[in-house]
C-alpha cells in the first residue's frame, strides 16, 4: 500500500460459489500481482442486486467470496479487501455520474442486452446503469489500471468515455484508467460446452469445477467433460475446442505448457488425460480448501481485517468524491 505504486482495482460479484473460471482466469492473477501494485479489490454486492437476490443467500455469499479470496492467497496487509455496499461513495458517485451518462450508450452495452432479456418485462434501471456504478468503483480511486476479461472491456472503454467527459467539462479530476495488459491465465470454458465460458450459474453441474469441490467430484466432473472423436492431446481451439480447454486447465494447475502438455500425453488416450487434468485440479485447490476451512471460523480476524480496509478504503473514495461535488456545484460552508 505504498503511495509510489501504480493502482490496480478491480471487482468481483459475490454470486455463489467461485469456480476454477474465476481463480485461473482473475484471483491467481491478482495474487501474483499483490505485490507490484496498490491493489483494491472489491466484493461487488451493489452490483450483484441489479439481478434478484434472495437476501439470505447474498450475505452468505458475500462472506464467503471473502474467506475464498482470502484463501486463493490474497494478503491483506498488502491488498484493500473491501464491501462495495459499506462504502457509500460508490453510490453516490454513481448518481452523480448518471448525469454524466448518455442514455444511448448505456443501450449498446452487450451485457446489458443479454441480461435485460433473461430478465423479461420488467428491467431494472439498476441493471441499465451498472456500468455506471463500475465507472464509479475505478474512478473513485484515481486507478491506472483494471484487469477485465474480454466482457467487461466495453464497460472499460465506457469508463474511460465518463472520466474523460467530466474531466474536459470542468478540469482534472478522474486518471482515465487504462486496461491491465499481460493478463495470463485463460478464460475457462464450459466442460459440457466448451465453446461457452465456465459459469457457476450452469444449470449443468458437471459444466464448472467450483473451488469448494471434493478430490472425487472434481476427478468425476474431468471424466465426463466433452472431448471429440480423435485421441490426440493437441491444442487446436477452434477444432478441438474441449480438449484445449483441458490443456489450458492443466497449464493453469501446473505450470506446463501446451508442448510440454502434448508430449506428456503423447500416445496416450484421453482417459489417461483427462485423469491427469482432474488429479492436478484437485492437488492445486488443495491448500484453498484447507485454508478455506480454517479462515471460515475465524471470524473475528475476518471482521478486522474488514474494517481496517474499510477505513483506509472510504478515506481514499471520500477524497476523490469531494473533488467531484465541488466541481459539478453542489453548496458547502
Ligand atoms: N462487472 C464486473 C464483472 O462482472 C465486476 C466489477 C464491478 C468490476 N466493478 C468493477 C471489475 C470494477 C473491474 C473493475 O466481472
Given at each position: ?285 488443495k491448500p484453498i ?11 473475528s480476524y475476518i ?27 453542489f453548496f458547502e460552508?
Amino acid at each position: 500500500m505504498e503511495e509510489n505504486k501504480k493502482v490496480l482495482y478491480s471487482g468481483i460479484q459475490p454470486s455463489g460459489a467461485f469456480t476454477i473460471g474465476n481463480y485461473f482466469g482473475a484471483i491467481k492473477n491478482w495474487v501474483d500481482l499483490q505485490s507490484d501494485y496498490d491493489c483494491y479489490f472489491c466484493i461487488v454486492d451493489l452490483h450483484a442486486i441489479t439481478v434478484p437476490q434472495v437476501a439470505k443467500e447474498l450475505r452468505k455469499n458475500s462472506y464467503e467470496s471473502l474467506i475464498t479470496l482470502l484463501a486463493c492467497g490474497l494478503d491483506p496487509e498488502k491488498v484493500t479487501l473491501y464491501f462495495q455496499s459499506h462504502v457509500s461513495a460508490h453510490a453516490e458517485l454513481t448518481w452523480i455520474l448518471n448525469n454524466y451518462t448518455y442514455m444511448g450508450e448505456l443501450g449498446r452495452m452487450t451485457q446489458f442486452k443479454d441480461k435485460a432479456q433473461k430478465q423479461g418485462e420488467n428491467i431494472r434501471v439498476g441493471l441499465y446503469s451498472y456500468p455506471v456504478l463500475m465507472a464509479a468503483d475505478i474512478l473513485l480511486y484515481q486507478t491506472d489500471v483494471v484487469p477485465v476479461g474480454e466482457d467487461q472491456k466495453q464497460h472499460l472503454e465506457l469508463t474511460r468515455d465518463i472520466a474523460s467527459r467530466f474531466n474536459n467539462l470542468y478540469s482534472p479530476t478522474f486518471k482515465v484508467p487504462e486496461p491491465f495488459i499481460g493478463e495470463k491465465g485463460g478464460r475457462i470454458m464450459s466442460l459440457q460446452e466448451p465453446t461457452c465460458k465456465m459459469s457457476k450459474s450452469d444449470e449443468n453441474n458437471n459444466a464448472f469445477i467450483a473451488l469448494h469441490d471434493g478430490r472425487d467430484q472434481i476427478i468425476k466432473k474431468f471424466k465426463r467433460a466433452i472431448t471429440d472423436s480423435e485421441a490426440e492431446v493437441r491444442y487446436d481451439k477452434s477444432e478441438k475446442a474441449g480438449v484445449s480447454n483441458l490443456m489450458e486447465i492443466y497449464s493453469c494447475a501446473t505450470g506446463k505448457d501446451y508442448a510440454e502438455i502434448e508430449r506428456e500425453f503423447s500416445g496416450k488416450g484421453y482417459g489417461d488425460f483427462k485423469s491427469g487434468v482432474g488429479e492436478a485440479v484437485a492437488d492445486a485447490l488443495k491448500p484453498i480448501q484447507e485454508k478455506y476451512k480454517e479462515l471460515y471460523e475465524d471470524k473475528s480476524y475476518i471482521k478486522e481485517i474488514i474494517s481496517k480496509s474499510t477505513e483506509r478504503t472510504i478515506r481514499t473514495a471520500s477524497r476523490t468524491l469531494s473533488k467531484v461535488k465541488k466541481k459539478v456545484g453542489f453548496f458547502e460552508f
